[in-house]
Protein backbone atom coordinates (compact mmCIF):
# COMPACT_ATOMS: atom_id res chain seq x y z
CA UNK A 1 0.00 0.00 0.00
CA UNK A 2 1.18 3.66 0.38
CA UNK A 3 3.95 4.74 2.21
CA UNK A 4 5.21 7.81 3.05
CA UNK A 5 8.58 8.57 4.34
CA UNK A 6 10.24 11.41 5.91
CA UNK A 7 13.76 12.17 6.54
CA UNK A 8 15.83 13.27 8.61
CA UNK A 9 13.92 11.76 11.84
CA UNK A 10 15.41 14.49 13.86
CA UNK A 11 16.70 17.47 13.06
CA UNK A 12 18.63 20.22 15.56
CA UNK A 13 19.16 23.52 13.92
CA UNK A 14 21.17 27.23 15.62
CA UNK A 15 18.90 29.92 15.26
CA UNK A 16 19.60 31.42 11.91
CA UNK A 17 20.50 28.33 9.99
CA UNK A 18 18.16 26.51 7.42
CA UNK A 19 18.06 23.23 6.09
CA UNK A 20 15.36 21.18 4.10
CA UNK A 21 13.17 17.86 5.07
CA UNK A 22 12.40 15.22 2.81
CA UNK A 23 8.60 13.60 1.99
CA UNK A 24 9.29 10.36 0.06
CA UNK A 25 6.12 8.56 -1.39
CA UNK A 26 5.78 5.25 -2.92
CA UNK A 27 3.24 5.88 -5.29
CA UNK A 28 2.33 8.62 -8.06
CA UNK A 29 1.35 11.80 -5.47
CA UNK A 30 -1.50 13.36 -5.78
CA UNK A 31 -1.09 16.26 -3.69
CA UNK A 32 1.07 16.49 -0.24
CA UNK A 33 -0.31 18.13 3.12
CA UNK A 34 2.47 19.52 5.42
CA UNK A 35 1.94 20.03 9.10
CA UNK A 36 3.88 21.62 12.02
CA UNK A 37 3.34 20.14 15.66
CA UNK A 38 3.87 22.34 18.22
CA UNK A 39 4.71 22.28 21.99
CA UNK A 40 0.86 22.40 23.08
CA UNK A 41 0.64 18.95 20.23
CA UNK A 42 -1.90 21.19 17.80
CA UNK A 43 -1.48 20.62 14.13
CA UNK A 44 -0.80 23.83 11.97
CA UNK A 45 -1.49 23.69 8.39
CA UNK A 46 1.72 24.61 6.86
CA UNK A 47 1.16 23.84 2.96
CA UNK A 48 -0.85 21.90 0.36
CA UNK A 49 0.32 21.96 -2.57
CA UNK A 50 -0.87 19.65 -5.96
CA UNK A 51 1.79 21.30 -7.84
CA UNK A 52 5.07 23.65 -7.87
CA UNK A 53 6.06 25.62 -4.77
CA UNK A 54 4.68 27.35 -2.34
CA UNK A 55 6.43 30.11 -0.16
CA UNK A 56 5.38 31.87 3.40
CA UNK A 57 7.51 33.65 4.87
CA UNK A 58 10.93 31.78 6.07
CA UNK A 59 9.35 28.88 4.45
CA UNK A 60 9.27 26.91 1.09
CA UNK A 61 7.77 23.72 0.20
CA UNK A 62 8.23 21.96 -3.07
CA UNK A 63 6.06 19.20 -4.77
CA UNK A 64 8.07 17.08 -7.16
CA UNK A 65 4.98 14.69 -8.78
CA UNK A 66 7.32 12.76 -11.86
CA UNK A 67 9.62 11.65 -8.69
CA UNK A 68 7.13 11.37 -6.08
CA UNK A 69 8.60 13.52 -3.32
CA UNK A 70 8.14 16.81 -1.46
CA UNK A 71 10.71 19.22 0.53
CA UNK A 72 9.90 21.82 3.18
CA UNK A 73 12.76 24.40 3.37
CA UNK A 74 13.30 26.12 6.51
CA UNK A 75 15.60 29.05 6.61
CA UNK A 76 16.97 31.56 9.24
CA UNK A 77 15.36 29.13 11.61
CA UNK A 78 13.94 30.42 15.29
CA UNK A 79 13.27 29.12 18.36
CA UNK A 80 8.75 29.10 17.62
CA UNK A 81 10.26 26.46 14.62
CA UNK A 82 10.88 24.17 17.02
CA UNK A 83 8.34 20.78 16.94
CA UNK A 84 7.48 18.00 14.80
CA UNK A 85 6.87 18.56 10.94
CA UNK A 86 4.42 16.10 9.55
CA UNK A 87 3.98 15.27 5.73
CA UNK A 88 0.73 13.46 4.57
CA UNK A 89 -0.39 12.11 1.30
CA UNK A 90 -4.02 11.77 -0.32
CA UNK A 91 -4.78 8.19 -0.95
CA UNK A 92 -7.93 6.12 -1.69
CA UNK A 93 -10.35 5.94 -4.69
CA UNK A 94 -10.84 9.56 -4.21
CA UNK A 95 -8.34 10.58 -2.40
CA UNK A 96 -9.83 12.06 -0.14
CA UNK A 97 -7.76 10.33 3.31
CA UNK A 98 -4.43 11.25 4.44
CA UNK A 99 -2.00 9.09 5.15
CA UNK A 100 1.17 10.55 7.27
CA UNK A 101 4.76 9.94 7.75
CA UNK A 102 6.03 9.91 10.85
CA UNK A 103 7.41 13.04 11.45
CA UNK A 104 10.55 14.84 11.68
CA UNK A 105 11.67 16.10 15.10
CA UNK A 106 13.12 19.88 14.70
CA UNK A 107 14.86 21.33 17.72
CA UNK A 108 16.04 25.26 17.27
CA UNK A 109 18.77 26.45 20.03
CA UNK A 110 20.25 29.89 20.56
CA UNK B 1 -11.98 32.07 15.72
CA UNK B 2 -11.15 27.98 15.90
CA UNK B 3 -13.37 26.06 13.01
CA UNK B 4 -12.37 22.36 13.92
CA UNK B 5 -12.99 22.20 17.86
CA UNK B 6 -12.90 18.57 20.03
CA UNK B 7 -14.22 17.83 23.30
CA UNK B 8 -13.25 17.02 26.32
CA UNK B 9 -9.67 18.02 25.60
CA UNK B 10 -8.34 15.57 28.38
CA UNK B 11 -10.22 12.18 29.29
CA UNK B 12 -9.40 9.60 32.40
CA UNK B 13 -11.33 6.72 31.24
CA UNK B 14 -11.53 2.99 32.87
CA UNK B 15 -11.24 -0.35 31.50
CA UNK B 16 -14.41 -1.59 29.93
CA UNK B 17 -16.11 1.62 30.24
CA UNK B 18 -17.79 3.76 27.38
CA UNK B 19 -16.50 7.24 25.68
CA UNK B 20 -17.69 9.21 23.32
CA UNK B 21 -15.02 11.96 22.15
CA UNK B 22 -17.31 14.95 20.37
CA UNK B 23 -15.91 16.95 16.83
CA UNK B 24 -17.72 20.23 15.61
CA UNK B 25 -17.01 21.48 12.42
CA UNK B 26 -18.30 25.38 11.54
CA UNK B 27 -15.92 24.75 7.70
CA UNK B 28 -19.41 23.59 6.43
CA UNK B 29 -17.21 20.66 5.14
CA UNK B 30 -18.56 17.59 4.26
CA UNK B 31 -15.95 15.00 5.32
CA UNK B 32 -14.78 14.74 8.82
CA UNK B 33 -12.38 12.39 10.09
CA UNK B 34 -11.01 10.87 13.25
CA UNK B 35 -7.29 10.06 13.74
CA UNK B 36 -5.25 8.81 16.35
CA UNK B 37 -1.49 9.36 17.08
CA UNK B 38 1.09 7.51 18.72
CA UNK B 39 4.80 7.73 18.68
CA UNK B 40 6.20 5.84 16.00
CA UNK B 41 3.31 5.66 13.93
CA UNK B 42 2.19 8.87 13.19
CA UNK B 43 -1.54 9.75 12.99
CA UNK B 44 -3.90 6.77 11.41
CA UNK B 45 -6.98 6.99 10.27
CA UNK B 46 -9.98 5.24 11.95
CA UNK B 47 -13.33 6.29 10.75
CA UNK B 48 -14.25 8.86 8.90
CA UNK B 49 -17.27 10.29 7.22
CA UNK B 50 -18.81 12.02 3.46
CA UNK B 51 -21.67 13.67 5.37
CA UNK B 52 -24.60 13.53 7.54
CA UNK B 53 -25.48 10.16 8.51
CA UNK B 54 -22.72 8.34 6.73
CA UNK B 55 -19.13 6.77 8.28
CA UNK B 56 -16.85 4.49 6.71
CA UNK B 57 -14.06 2.40 8.24
CA UNK B 58 -10.60 4.25 7.85
CA UNK B 59 -7.54 2.12 8.64
CA UNK B 60 -7.87 1.08 12.22
CA UNK B 61 -11.14 0.90 13.35
CA UNK B 62 -11.63 -2.08 15.21
CA UNK B 63 -12.32 -1.56 19.04
CA UNK B 64 -13.94 2.02 17.19
CA UNK B 65 -17.68 3.06 15.91
CA UNK B 66 -18.24 6.40 14.92
CA UNK B 67 -21.36 8.53 14.25
CA UNK B 68 -22.50 11.77 12.23
CA UNK B 69 -25.72 12.82 12.93
CA UNK B 70 -25.19 16.37 11.71
CA UNK B 71 -22.68 18.21 8.57
CA UNK B 72 -21.19 19.60 11.57
CA UNK B 73 -20.99 16.95 14.49
CA UNK B 74 -18.97 13.98 14.39
CA UNK B 75 -18.28 11.28 17.48
CA UNK B 76 -16.37 8.59 18.29
CA UNK B 77 -17.40 6.27 20.55
CA UNK B 78 -15.23 3.31 22.21
CA UNK B 79 -17.77 1.22 23.91
CA UNK B 80 -15.48 -1.07 25.74
CA UNK B 81 -12.55 1.06 26.16
CA UNK B 82 -9.05 -0.99 26.95
CA UNK B 83 -5.56 0.25 27.42
CA UNK B 84 -4.28 0.21 24.28
CA UNK B 85 -7.00 2.97 23.55
CA UNK B 86 -5.22 5.82 25.36
CA UNK B 87 -3.55 8.05 22.65
CA UNK B 88 -4.18 11.36 21.66
CA UNK B 89 -7.34 11.60 18.93
CA UNK B 90 -7.64 14.24 16.50
CA UNK B 91 -10.55 15.14 14.45
CA UNK B 92 -10.60 17.06 11.23
CA UNK B 93 -12.74 18.07 8.20
CA UNK B 94 -12.28 18.37 4.67
CA UNK B 95 -14.14 19.13 1.03
CA UNK B 96 -15.32 16.73 -1.24
CA UNK B 97 -13.77 17.37 -4.21
CA UNK B 98 -11.18 19.56 -5.29
CA UNK B 99 -8.84 19.95 -2.65
CA UNK B 100 -7.55 17.38 -0.49
CA UNK B 101 -6.57 19.57 2.38
CA UNK B 102 -7.67 18.60 5.57
CA UNK B 103 -8.25 21.27 9.01
CA UNK B 104 -7.79 19.55 12.35
CA UNK B 105 -9.07 20.04 16.23
CA UNK B 106 -6.45 20.60 18.70
CA UNK B 107 -6.91 16.93 19.53
CA UNK B 108 -7.95 14.91 22.75
CA UNK B 109 -6.08 13.33 25.29
CA UNK B 110 -7.56 9.54 26.65
CA UNK B 111 -6.36 8.10 28.79
CA UNK B 112 -7.86 4.52 29.96
CA UNK B 113 -6.51 2.53 33.23
Known amino acids: GDQVEQSPSALSLHEGTGSALRCNFT?????VQWFQQNSRGSLINLFYLASGTKENGRLKSTFNSKESYSTLHIRDAQLEDSGTYFCAEPYGSSGNKLIFGIGTLLSVKP | EAAVTQSPRNKVAVTGGKVTLSCNQT?????MYWYRQDTGHGLRLIHYSYGAGSTEKGDIPDGYKASRPSQENFSLILELATPSQTSVYFC????????????FGPGTRLTVL
Open chain 2, 92 to 103: ASGLWGGSYEQY
Open chain 1, 27 to 31: TTMRA
Open chain 2, 27 to 31: NNHNN
